[in-house]
């Protein structure tokens, strides 16, 4: 099986810092994308930002100059990097990884801004 395992969670105050982690159990090499996605009570989820094979990287536009993923090939992990925090990205953050034959889903993180 595949583990994705999520770290980096958790309060912030409007304005402030946190980075989400997510280690993946598998050869990273066999990765074709890498992303975070997000979902709030009542709606969809939706992708915060990703990072392809190629290098090439997107992120919505909702957190374009904010937010930076990140990959560390050596140690399989994902990382997005979240500055500026605002109450309206409050959410479950979940990472997903989808390989050559399939993808999986983390169990989802709790990113909570809020004073």
């Known amino acids: 099986q595949v583990q994705l395992v999520e770290s980096g969670g958790g309060l912030v105050q409007p304005g402030g810092s946190l980075r989400l982690s997510c280690a993946v159990s598998r050869r990273i090499f066999s990765i074709v994308a890498m992303g975070w996605y997000r979902q709030a009570p009542g709606k969809e989820r939706e992708l915060v930002a990703r990072?392809?094979?190629?290098?090439?990287?997107s992120y919505a536009d909702s957190v374009k100059g904010r937010f930076t993923i990140s990959a560390d090939n050596a140690k399989n992990t994902v990382y997005l990097q979240m500055n500026s925090l605002k109450p309206e990205d409050t959410a479950v953050y979940y990472c997903?990884?989808?390989?050559?034959?399939?993808?999986?889903w983390g169990q989802g993180i709790q990113v909570t801004v809020s004073t």
């Open positions: 997903n990884v989808r390989f050559t034959t399939d993808g999986y």
């Open positions: 990072i392809s094979r190629d290098g090439s990287i």
